[in-house]
């Protein structure tokens, strides 16, 4: 055993020998630049049962985030950069952000009653907290190549997560960005959209609403009758998982689900910026769950097929968005309107028209907007049952910018379909004043005030804050008090919530430290008084580390 293993080192020490005797090949390089930030919470959150006093369930999260980028990957830029030739050519980079959740207080690790003889983990009555007990997710990440075709045409592979008006969708394939003119620009993206059961999936960017332990199929009966709903049956017990839930099945949730989109977009012409684009999103319909029989009627499927009327597809989003904004100086003043609208082509409706715009002279704006809302979702989802009315609304806000800053902002909004049927006013409005106040040992002291009133729709409210911070934003501290004031209204007496009117209060006091270049500590200590007298501490650590090294 011992010669064969010597013969092996020799025949390394060999090689290696070679390998350094060979010329050498510049290495390849690139520039970088990392980010990485660690989170840690503790706070208790109250839990009411209906024998027996009330509970302090414990939060402890611990978040960490992990941003790496990555430019000239193959020193191709640099080449050229040292032959003399400074003509436009490929540039390879990468961008990426991983996060790593976990919780590990009782809010996940706690057992809950199902039963007179039965208790089960938290985790496998409500699936969603997985999320926070143990999740690893790439939140997007991709290698990006630009300067392609004389620098018109940019390409993106990965998981890519674009930000639009119109909302954003990741998902894990291709972009392409193609400069046609100086000023109009065609994108076209296509892959698989991000799901929770996606690799290194992200749960936040789940379309559907359904929670997965209440995920519900259809129940075929017999000849003639009419099928329900009920929730899946499953046929045994998966094994005990820590971080999981045993009993979460939702298989519409593990389906793939391809997504396109379209865009035209022009920049600065004449002033005006517009954008024309089209996304869909579709995933294959879900058929039996088991064997034919497993159920008393032969199963046909997740979804009712008695007639052969479940699609082989179903469209889970399709959305058109137009947008269009411009800028202009009119003497002393500059005028940026906007105008969007977005059409659900899934739910035959408009679901959002704005038209707002911004007068701006020196350090003072004024920016009126109207806006028409109809809230969708995704075409599986059960909030498009129980989401929130269609409504209108109207707001102004001043704005101001210089040694002092203010802003104040006032709205109306109306509901439709209100309690008596008819339309539901909410207005309210809200002001926020930040001002330096004078130097201490060197350090500058601000000061800053706020306040809100809010007749809305379910109630009124009122609340005030205040806050001194003293020193810079690097290396600071803060001590911040509000208070709020609440009360339902009719409706929510009528729902059982009462009318009665309820006082909380905060006080918090945090610190943020520069230890060194690339390397910050911020630390938050929050004290709480609910309406109902209890009290409660919550405290917050985070670790911010950074590093670029070729800036």
Same mark, same amino acid.
């Given at each position: ?6 013969? +092996? $080192? *020799? ?5 290696? =020998? ?5 010329? @050498?090949? &510049?290495?390849? /390089?690139? %520039? ?119 620098? +018109? $045409? *940019? ?5 890519? =997560? ?5 909302? @954003?969708? &990741?998902?894990? /394939?291709? %972009? ?135 699609? @082989? ?239």
């Amino acid at each position: 055993m011992v010669r064969p293993m010597v013969r +092996r $080192l *020799r025949g390394l020490c060999a090689l290696l =020998a070679v390998a350094a005797l060979l010329p @050498a090949e &510049p290495a390849w /390089g690139y %520039e970088f630049w990392t980010r990485a930030r660690t989170t840690g919470e503790a706070y208790e959150l109250r839990g009411f049962r209906l024998v027996g006093g009330e509970l302090a369930i414990g939060r402890r999260r611990l978040t960490h985030t992990l941003t790496l980028v990555l430019h000239d990957l193959g020193d191709l830029a640099r080449k050229r950069r040292r032959a003399g030739r400074w003509l436009r050519g490929p540039v390879v980079s990468w961008h990426g952000t991983l996060r790593f959740d976990h919780d590990f207080g009782t809010f996940i690790t706690g057992r809950l009653d199902a039963g007179p003889t039965m208790r089960q983990d938290a985790l496998d009555l409500i699936p969603e907290l997985e999320d926070s007990a143990f999740a690893l997710s790439l939140l997007y990440g991709h290698l990006r190549i630009d300067g392609l075709w004389n620098d +018109r $045409l *940019r390409l993106a592979l990965g998981r890519i =997560a674009p930000l639009s008006a119109d909302g @954003a969708l &990741p998902f894990d /394939g291709a %972009e392409l960005r193609m400069q046609v003119t100086d000023h109009v620009e065609v994108v076209v993206s296509g892959g698989l959209a991000v799901r929770e059961a996606s690799w290194l999936g992200v749960a936040a960017y789940e379309l559907d609403g359904t929670p997965g332990a209440s995920c519900h199929e259809y129940v075929e009966a017999a000849q003639g009758q009419p099928g329900r709903w009920r929730l899946i049956e499953r046929g045994e017990r998966v094994v005990d998982g820590r971080f999981s839930s045993d009993f979460e099945l939702c298989p519409q949730r593990q389906v793939r689900m391809p997504t396109a989109s379209l865009s035209l977009v022009t920049q600065e012409i004449s002033g005006v910026s517009a954008q024309l684009g089209y996304r869909v999103a579709m995933s294959r319909t879900v058929g039996s769950l088991g064997p034919p029989d497993r159920l008393h009627e032969p199963d046909l499927g997740l979804y009712p097929d008695e007639h052969g009327q479940a699609p @082989a597809w179903g469209t889970n989003l399709e959305q058109v968005l137009a947008t269009a904004h411009g800028r202009w100086r009119l003497g002393e003043f500059t005028v940026a309107p906007l105008v969007l609208l977005r059409a659900s082509l899934a739910h035959g409706v408009v679901d959002r028209a704005e038209l707002s715009a911004e007068l701006t002279r020196g350090a003072h704006s004024l920016s009126p907007q109207v806006a028409r809302l109809v809230p969708t979702f995704d075409t599986d989802s059960i909030w498009n049952v129980f989401g929130a009315a269609p409504s209108l609304e109207l707001s102004l806000t001043y704005r101001h910018d210089g040694a002092w800053q203010a802003r104040a902002l006032s709205w109306a909004r109306r509901y439709d379909g209100g309690a008596s049927g008819g339309a539901a006013w909410a207005a309210g409005a809200s002001s926020e004043l930040a001002r330096p106040l004078a130097q201490v040992g060197g350090r500058p002291l601000h000061a800053a005030v706020g306040a809100l009133a809010d007749a809305g729709y379910g109630g009124q409210r009122m609340a005030c804050d205040g806050e001194l911070r003293l020193g810079a934003p690097r290396s600071q501290v803060a001590a911040r008090g509000a208070l709020v004031w609440a009360r339902g209204d009719a409706a929510a007496s009528a729902a059982g919530d009462g009318e009665r009117a309820t006082v909380a209060g905060t006080a918090s006091a945090r610190a943020t430290l520069a230890l060194s270049a690339g390397v910050t500590v911020h630390s938050l200590l929050e004290l709480r008084r609910a309406g109902s007298g209890e009290t409660s501490l919550r405290a917050l650590g985070v670790l911010e580390l950074s590093l670029e090294p070729n800036r």
